[in-house]
């Protein structure tokens, strides 16, 4: 192989063995080189302004923003994940190893599926929320929301673990030449993957939050059918029911943007459909991450009113935990 043939390799010192370097096409590199990287910084800043908010203001520290701050975490976790393999995007060539290679691929798949158990929990707390009222205080507590956390994050790491079996037991599997980092799972793990990760949770967050929708309408309509004859003395439970309701809302934009940028990945992926396409719909999937923090400012005046504490570093103030920010 002559000097020439050697630029083009990952690392041309080892000849054959090693892989050859592509280029995407015009387009996917420009999503790439500049899409992608600020879309990754604007995801982490955001959810970390999530994440804070939770985490320090004692207002904000309730059964359904724990969730919320475990899809925040999950989401940093998986940009920061997808970062080294951006950069093969733009490099063409691996050059961690087939070790590191794994890993990284088992911790983007443990976020990415513990993304989803978060979407699960989120659409049953608005269902016990909107469809159980009276109870929901005794059946969601912080301390039990926690277990479910736990747990989601539990499951999602030892079924990845059974998904990547191969990959992890033998990291090189799959590669063709060295500096590729190539993910393949078996018929089994492929199945299992995808009823656990797409089909099940598809399902669940489909007819919860079509039974919350259902529920929820009905609930508005008597609201405004009573609201004439509602006086001072009940306007507070009124008001708790409407607070339920917008957030249930607020949390179902959540959800459904959720699906419209999951399930085209999970249906083309499925089919074995083009690389180029598929490449696509994981920016388009990833984007995701990205906009949750987003619908949180916009509907949500607590966490607007946060995010600005944070950003003008009034949290650093003594006492700024107990901060009225509802």
Same mark, same amino acid.
């Given at each position: 192989?002559?000097?020439?043939?050697?630029?083009?390799?990952?690392?041309?010192?080892?000849?054959?063995?090693? @892989?050859?370097?592509?280029?995407?096409?015009?387009?996917?590199?420009?999503?790439?080189?500049?899409?992608?990287?600020?879309?990754?910084?604007?995801?982490?800043?955001?959810?970390?302004?999530?994440?804070?908010?939770?985490?320090?203001?004692?207002?904000?520290?309730?059964?359904?923003?724990?969730?919320?701050?475990?899809?925040?975490?999950?989401?940093?976790?998986?940009?920061?994940?997808?970062?080294?393999?951006?950069?093969?995007?733009?490099?063409?060539?691996?050059?961690?190893?087939?070790?590191?290679?794994?890993?990284?691929?088992?911790? $983007?798949?443990?976020?990415?599926? &513990?993304?989803?158990?978060?979407?699960?929990?989120?659409?049953?707390?608005?269902?016990?929320?909107?469809?159980?009222?009276?109870?929901?205080?005794?059946?969601?507590?912080?301390?039990?929301?926690?277990?479910?956390?736990?747990?989601?994050?539990?499951?999602?790491?030892?079924?990845?673990?059974?998904?990547?079996?191969?990959?992890?037991?033998?990291?090189?599997?799959?590669?063709?030449?060295?500096?590729?980092?190539? @993910?393949?799972?078996?018929?089994?793990?492929?199945?299992?993957?995808?009823?656990?990760?797409?089909?099940?949770?598809?399902?669940?967050?489909?007819?919860?939050?079509?039974?919350?929708?259902?529920?929820?309408?009905?609930?508005?309509?008597?609201?405004?059918?009573?609201?004439?004859?509602?006086?001072?003395?009940?306007?507070?439970?009124?008001?708790?029911?409407?607070?339920?309701?917008?957030?249930?809302?607020?949390?179902?934009?959540?959800?459904?943007?959720?699906?419209?940028?999951?399930?085209?990945?999970?249906?083309?992926?499925?089919? &074995?459909?083009?690389?180029?396409?598929?490449?696509?719909?994981?920016?388009?999937?990833?984007?995701?991450?990205?906009?949750?923090? $987003?619908?949180?400012?916009?509907?949500?005046?607590?966490?607007?009113?946060?995010?600005?504490?944070?950003?003008?570093?009034?949290?650093?103030?003594?006492?700024?935990?107990?901060?009225?920010?509802?």
């Amino acid at each position: 192989m002559d000097t020439e043939d050697k630029s083009d390799l990952c690392f041309p010192q080892l000849g054959n063995i090693s @892989c050859r370097k592509t280029s995407p096409d015009g387009s996917q590199r420009f999503i790439i080189i500049v899409i992608l990287p600020i879309t990754c910084i604007l995801t982490v800043l955001l959810n970390l302004l999530v994440i804070i908010s939770i985490s320090h203001f004692r207002q904000l520290y309730t059964p359904t923003n724990l969730l919320l701050l475990s899809l925040a975490i999950s989401d940093v976790l998986a940009v920061l994940t997808m970062l080294p393999f951006v950069i093969i995007e733009i490099k063409s060539c691996w050059f961690l190893g087939d070790i590191a290679c794994s890993l990284m691929n088992y911790l $983007l798949f443990i976020c990415q599926s &513990a993304s989803v158990g978060n979407m699960m929990l989120i659409s049953a707390d608005r269902f016990v929320a909107i469809c159980d009222p009276l109870h929901y205080t005794f059946k969601v507590t912080v301390t039990k929301i926690q277990l479910y956390i736990c747990l989601c994050w539990s499951a999602s790491v030892i079924h990845c673990g059974i998904v990547l079996k191969d990959k992890l037991a033998h990291p090189e599997n799959g590669n063709t030449c060295l500096g590729e980092c190539v @993910c393949r799972i078996d018929f089994i793990g492929g199945i299992l993957d995808v009823i656990v990760n797409f089909l099940l949770p598809l399902g669940v967050i489909v007819i919860l939050y079509t039974r919350v929708f259902v529920v929820a309408v009905s609930q508005a309509r008597a609201m405004r059918s009573h609201e004439k004859c509602v006086k001072l003395q009940h306007s507070a439970p009124f008001k708790a029911k409407k607070s339920e309701l917008k957030a249930a809302k607020t949390l179902g934009i959540v959800v459904l943007v959720f699906l419209m940028c999951f399930c085209p990945y999970n249906i083309v992926s499925l089919m &074995a459909y083009d690389e180029n396409v598929l490449n696509y719909l994981t920016y388009l999937y990833s984007l995701n991450s990205c906009v949750n923090p $987003l619908i949180y400012a916009v509907f949500y005046p607590c966490f607007r009113r946060a995010f600005k504490h944070i950003v003008t570093l009034r949290v650093l103030q003594p006492g700024s935990c107990d901060t009225n920010i509802l």
